[in-house]
T-cell receptor
Framework: SQTIHQWPATLVQPVGSPLSLECTVE??????LYWYRQAAGRGLQLLFY??????ISSEVPQNLSASRPQDRQFILSSKKLLLSDSGFYLC????????????FGQGTRLTVV | GQNIDQPTEMTATEGAIVQINCTYQ??????LFWYQQHAGEAPTFLSY????GLEEKGRFSSFLSRSKGYSYLLLKELQMKDSASYLC????????????FGRGTSLIVHP
């Protein structure tokens, strides 16, 4: 069966510090991968998506970046965090194809102080 | 989520039936999904519609009208644990069919 792992679950970081969130998927190959952010009381905002190794598409210009060094690994990074980067970050995957549902990791609650 | 419209909040009584509506505007429609999200947790998949009509899965049903850009999620025999946010999602076209989420409807179930 397929599983998705996302860590850490919670993170408190000072302004200006770097960030690295990691997400890995097991039990599938060539998944589409996504990073979303959810601010308190808001919907999910798509940050990045990837359809293959090294292929990253950015939806929102910001000080975040993403990388996909391996087929089932997706990393969200920042060189210098801002207060506005606080939020709930969710990694998701889905099989290629038109009508496949997305599966989410547990999420990372990031608080920038 | 700017092309998806759903009510911000709804309340209902335990044991009742509630319908959560969703309207959307998109070209290249590729399916309408519903997810449930409890506070502080990740969304989980509930149901999806590709063709017009009603899909039933136990206490949950979802309806789609592609010509009207309209869907609803119907929850029957409400339980307290159904208190959650319900997210309407469509897949945007463009080659990779990106899940695009609405802001969600917060459902509060009262005893």
């Amino acid at each position: 069966s397929q599983t998705i792992h996302q860590w850490p679950a919670t993170l408190v970081q000072p302004v200006g510090s770097p960030l690295s969130l990691e997400c890995t998927v097991e039990g599938t190959s060539n998944p589409n991968l996504y990073w979303y952010r959810q601010a308190a009381g808001r919907g999910l905002q798509l940050l990045f998506y990837s359809v293959g190794i090294g292929q990253i598409s950015s939806e929102v210009p910001q000080n975040l970046s993403a990388s996909r060094p391996q087929d089932r690994q997706f990393i969200l990074s920042s060189k210098k965090l801002l207060l506005s980067d606080s939020g709930f970050y969710l990694c998701a995957w889905r099989d290629r194809g038109l009508n496949t549902e997305a599966f989410f990791g547990q999420g990372t609650r990031l608080t920038v102080v | 989520g700017q092309n998806i419209d759903q009510p911000t909040e709804m309340t209902a009584t335990e044991g009742a039936i509630v319908q959560i509506n969703c309207t959307y505007q998109t070209s290249g429609f590729n399916g309408l999904f519903w997810y449930q999200q409890h506070a502080g947790e990740a969304p989980t998949f509930l149901s999806y519609n590709v063709l017009d009509g009603l899909e039933e899965k136990g206490r949950f049903s979802s309806f789609l009208s592609r010509s009207k850009g309209y869907s609803y999620l119907l929850l029957k025999e409400l339980q307290m644990k159904d208190s959650a946010s319900y997210l309407c999602v469509y897949y945007a076209s463009g080659g990779s069919y990106i899940p695009t989420f609405g802001r969600g409807t917060s459902l509060i179930v009262h005893p």
